[in-house]
């Protein structure tokens, strides 16, 4: 007898061979290619200043690519819409692509007549809308590929769902009623794409996305050619073009020049053109092989999802042949995150490896290979789908795991069918079911299968069991139907009996069902349950052994699945507890750590540090402008006041840029409370409140029914985005009456028992919306349940407290709302839209009028009612309140009271940070008002100070007064900010050493700490030190130049060289 293989190629459509083990998403793909990308595409992969690969970090995962760092990258929605927006509205590309337009309607002369107006005027006007409502796009970042292979350089994105809506949209109002428009929709579509493509690259160019500065060096690149004339000697290096006499050849430039442009022809022909040659510009998209007509899949859209074969291993009819498919055929690719090689390609790898092992005697037994080229291939199947979903509860995941029931049903039975072909009981000495079916491959249908928050429900998993037990057991007997043997007449009672418990359930076939004790967990009791019936039907039909058997061959692989389908669910469950089933972001970016608690102590050293040298670099500019200082020379007072005045400006800019950084990480922190916790906290009161006085508070101030409503228009505009009905569940809740305590859990019950495990089955993020749903409802009736229990009973004595802290919190919410600051941030930390009293020019006055507000909280602003409260005071008060109720409760409120406490500090900490701003922008200006003063005195020769007792002062002399006073208040400022910080810590420092010195016998870890608090309070004198030298340099300079006093000249010089000496030996110690 001799094995026969018969191997399969091709990427599958839609066919009933494969699971489509996600959703499916947008995608696209452009390809470019030609010497400017040869030449200057590199240059992403270059240092700051383009002067070679010297500190290339490669990709640790591809070997295909120069591209500098990991190519996959993250680039912001809305700047690709809005840079669409700007390429077809200024010239000269606008007229390009208008141009463009045109020459393609043209290719469709029946169409064209029919449609009014010009395409490049609907696209625009559409573009205007769509560039604002990108900002609130579903997903706000998209994930990029941007890797090179030999000349080729392509960019691999994902696309959102809005642009598709949009794309579509937009080409049917330029068609309309055009008959025969297919070609022609499709066309335009294409050209949409590119214009995407197009504002893409130069985003991520302009963005510095993949190398600092790349933008200066990194060509412009086009993906539709120009119907603009230009002259050839116009063109830069590399660009590709068409002669406009003569248009069937396409050329690029080698050498350019005005008079003459060194030009190659596709080719390889070099000849000299005249720079008058009137050209038009060329695409830079991929050719064909024919190197001169651009590609056809050079730039294109399309889904894209995570798929594999049903079988490693296909037996046919004939018992002498067995199939395998190849490459695509058996899994995706990775597409996008998190990959490596593809399947693909592995699986390639796979088949070459089955063949070479057929010639080797002592693997010439093909039980053996093909059992190992099944576990290699589900291996690497499993890979595919584990890459490439990442985690499987990704809050922005590109594909997570979700497929129909009826296609992961049919794709597990012939795993089973597999299991048997390929002989895993006689090869594998271990657990069979995991040796085809890993722990990430459970993992996945666990997540299919169990969304997080459903673990323990047993209305979902009733609802789960009732769905997926008919789906095997059909499956099942559309297989046994198949069955030769079971053909025949004889069994045909069997059968009959067998497809009829399949679709109607034991009840209408045996009478009753079988109950059997189970523990809870999924297909718990449903071997006991089809073992018991199944004997049943056997007596009822008087099916023969021969039928029983070949029967039971079928059910084994059916008792497999619901054993595999088990595992998955306590898995679920147990990863639940243990808390393992997290989620991840990888494209919302959410926000750093430290932007969610208060850090104003490690932040402050830098900031003190930073004022500090800004008030010794000041005080030395300062006092070399007194002239005895430098025996009168005016060149060397300039030079010493420029130079100490230049090393203010970065220092300063330090400061500003580190206390920006740090404000905008607190408003970050005061944004997301304001997000997610207003509502929490305010549902806690609610809760808190006795039953009489929840009756009081009318449903549009329920907090309780805000939160159910927010999270079902969530699900609406979810299931919108996603292209999914949500007819049924918008009826559901419009017949639910949520203050009726039965109509809210039949809602509950329907979520988890039909939309959750039936009607949304493949929708993963729906589902996880439908159990946000579910836990909104959940808190709603367990009010209702007390409220039922307890009735109108009397109030406690903290219910009126309570009370008018939930009638303070509307006000609050604006309040505090009103007081955000949530602009974009640009160049990393100006952050962008603050309202006036925001702007850091009245930081000090603000900053004031906060304190001013918590001094008086227990006197006027507290007896106005709050009318002239800050948003601090609000805070304060409202954490007063709610801390004394909790205190009261018995820690009811302990949460929102921390909460409460980090928001006041977050907010105090935003308007401290933004006057140490205010001193350092004064520090940064006045650096260069004393640099301009001191090279207008070299140029007048004259004194570089100002003489506060010279009475009728010259122009230039009152402009030197106001650099050198000014100059001395904002350094002296810097320098009290700084002393104020040292002296506060030295005193935290000092408190430490003390009480570990009142330890009786410390261990030697303590006495290490005692040692380093010393040893840097020795370090914080020093740095007071160098603060009080650099202060008195500025206030005797100041009493020098008004005459107050008599010193000499150069003590302020002195003290000034002391304080940076000083400043050197504290840098040194630490």
Not at 712 to 723: H, I, K, P, R
Not at 726 to 735: A, C, L, M, P, T
Not at 939 to 958: A, E, H
Request: hydrophobic share 40%; net charge neutral.
């Amino acid at each position: 007898k001799k094995t026969n293989f018969f191997f399969v190629r091709g990427t599958p459509a839609v066919t009933k061979e494969h699971l489509t083990a996600c959703p499916y998403e947008p995608y696209g793909v452009s390809c470019i290619q030609g010497i400017k990308i040869s030449m200057g595409m590199h240059n992403f992969g270059e240092t700051r200043f383009g002067k070679g690969l010297i500190n290339d970090f490669r990709s640790q995962t591809e070997q295909n690519t120069r591209v500098v760092g990991d190519f996959t990258k993250s680039v912001i929605t809305a700047p690709i819409v809005k840079e669409m927006l700007s390429i077809v509205s200024n010239k000269p590309r606008a007229g390009d692509w208008y141009a463009h337009f045109r020459v393609i309607l043209d290719r469709f002369p029946e169409q064209k007549k029919l449609i009014n107006g010009d395409i490049g005027d609907v696209v625009k006007e559409s573009l205007v809308p769509l560039a604002k409502e990108a900002k609130t796009w579903f997903r706000n970042r998209l994930q990029t590929r941007f890797f090179e292979t030999g000349d080729n350089y392509y960019l691999g994105m994902e696309f959102p769902r809005e642009y598709e809506v949009w794309k579509y949209a937009v080409v049917d109002k330029i068609v309309g009623a055009a008959p025969n428009a297919g070609r022609l929709k499709g066309t335009l579509r294409s050209q949409c794409d590119r214009l995407w493509f197009e504002a893409c690259i130069a985003v991520i160019t302009r963005g510095d996305v993949y190398n600092p500065s790349g933008k200066f060096y990194v060509p412009r690149i086009w993906f539709i050619s120009s119907h603009t004339d230009v002259k050839l000697g116009a063109l830069p290096e590399g660009e590709a073009f068409r002669i406009v006499s003569d248009k069937k050849e396409k050329y690029e430039v080698l050498v350019p020049g005005r008079t003459k442009v060194v030009v190659r022809s596709i080719e390889g022909i070099v000849s000299a053109l005249s720079g008058e040659t009137i050209v038009h510009r060329e695409s830079d998209l991929t050719r064909q092989p024919d190197g001169n007509t651009e590609s056809f899949v050079s730039c294109t859209t399309f889904p894209v999802t995570h798929y594999v074969n049903y079988r490693a291993v296909n037996v046919l009819p004939s018992k002498y042949w067995c199939s395998f498919s190849i490459g695509d055929g058996q899994s995706s690719p990775h597409f996008m995150r998190y990959s490596g090689l593809t399947g693909a390609a592995i699986n390639a790898m796979l088949i070459n490896n089955y063949l070479g092992s057929s010639i080797r005697l002592e693997n010439i037994l093909s039980r053996k290979r093909v059992f190992q080229m099944s576990h290699e291939t589900n291996w690497s199947n499993d890979e595919v789908v584990k890459r490439g979903t990442g985690y499987n509860y990704g809050v922005d995941g590109f594909l997570r795991p979700g497929a129909a029931y009826d296609n992961v049903i049919e794709y597990l039975y012939y795993k089973m069918l597999e299991m048997d072909v390929a002989r895993y009981e006689e090869n594998y000495e271990d657990d069979t079911l995991s040796a085809i079916f890993m722990l990430s491959w459970q993992r996945k249908f666990a997540s299919m299968f169990v969304p997080r928050g459903m673990e323990t429900n047993d209305s979902h998993t009733r609802g789960l069991e009732a769905i997926l037990l008919p789906k095997i057991l059909k499956t099942v007997s559309n297989e046994m139907m198949d069955r030769e043997e079971l053909k025949e007449d004889e069994n045909e009672p069997f059968m009959t009996l067998f497809q009829q418990y399949a679709s109607d359930g034991p009840e209408a076939v045996l009478g009753e069902k079988a109950m059997f004790e189970g523990d809870g967990t999924l297909f718990s009791t449903t071997k006991d349950e089809w073992d018991h019936d199944v004997r049943r039907l056997f007596e009822k039909s008087q099916a023969s052994a021969e039928t029983q058997d070949i029967v039971m061959e079928y059910m084994d692989r059916a008792y497999r699945i619901t054993e595999l389908l088990n595992r998955c669910f306590k898995l679920a469950r147990d990863e639940h507890i243990d808390g393992k089933r997290f989620s991840s972001e990888a494209e919302n970016e959410p926000k750093s750590t430290d932007s969610f608690f208060s850090d104003f102590p490690v932040e402050a050293q830098s900031f003190a540090s930073g004022l500090e040298l800004s008030s010794i670099f000041g005080a030395i500019s300062l006092s070399a402008t007194q002239g005895s200082v430098t025996g009168g020379s005016v060149v060397v007072s300039v030079a010493i006041a420029i130079t100490f005045a230049i090393l203010n400006i970065p220092t300063s800019f330090g400061t500003m840029t580190n206390v920006s950084r740090y404000v905008n990480r607190q408003e970050e922190f005061r944004a997301d409370f304001s997000r997610t916790k207003l509502l929490g906290m305010e549902r806690t009161l609610f809760k808190v409140l006795s039953s009489s006085k929840r009756k009081e508070i009318d449903d549009a101030s329920n907090p309780l029914l805000k939160q159910v409503r927010v999270a079902y228009e969530d699900f609406v505009t979810g299931a919108t985005y996603y292209d999914t009905s949500s007819d049924e569940i918008q009826e559901s809740y419009g017949n639910t009456n949520f203050m009726d305590l039965k109509s809210v859990e039949a809602f509950m019950e329907e979520i988890t028992s039909n939309f959750i495990p039936k009607r949304y089955q493949k929708e993963a993020y729906l589902k996880d919306k439908l159990v946000t749903l579910f836990a909104a409802c959940i808190e709603l009736a367990e009010v209702l349940e007390n409220d039922e229990r307890t009735g109108d009973e009397e109030t406690y004595i903290e219910d009126e407290a309570t009370y008018k802290a939930f009638r303070r919190m509307p006000n609050f919410t604006e309040r505090l709302e009103n007081s955000l600051q949530t602009g974009p941030i640009v160049y990393g930390f100006i952050r962008k839209n603050k309202k006036l009293s925001q702007w850091a020019i009245f930081a000090p006055l603000r900053l004031f009028f906060f304190l001013m507000g918590n001094f008086l909280l227990k006197g006027f602003s507290l007896r106005c009612g709050g009318l002239f409260n800050p948003i601090s005071t609000e805070i304060k008060v409202m954490r007063g309140v709610v801390t004394a109720l909790n205190r009261s409760l018995g820690q009811t409120l302990k949460k929102e009271a921390y909460d409460l406490k980090e928001l006041f500090h977050a907010t105090m900490e935003s308007s401290i940070g933004m006057s140490l701003f205010f001193v350092g922008m004064w520090v940064f200006i006045f650096s260069f008002f004393i640099i301009a003063n001191g090279i207008a005195s070299a140029v007048l020769d004259t004194t570089t100070t100002c003489m506060g007792t010279v009475p009728n002062k010259s122009s230039f002399q009152n402009f030197q007064c106001f650099v050198v006073e000014g100059g001395a208040i904002v350094s002296a400022l810097a320098g009290l900010l700084a002393l104020s910080f040292f002296l506060r810590q030295l005193k935290h420092q000092l408190k430490v050493v003390k009480a570990i010195n009142y330890l009786p016998s410390p261990p030697p870890s303590v006495r290490k700490i005692s040692t380093l608090a010393n040893f840097q309070a020795f370090i914080t004198v020093w740095q007071c030190l160098a603060t009080c030298t650099s202060l008195a340099s500025i206030v005797i300079g100041f009493v020098l130049r008004f005459g107050f006093a008599d010193f000499e000249n150069s003590v302020t010089f002195a003290l000034a060289m002391a304080a940076i000496g000083a400043f050197v030996i504290s840098i040194g110690l630490q």
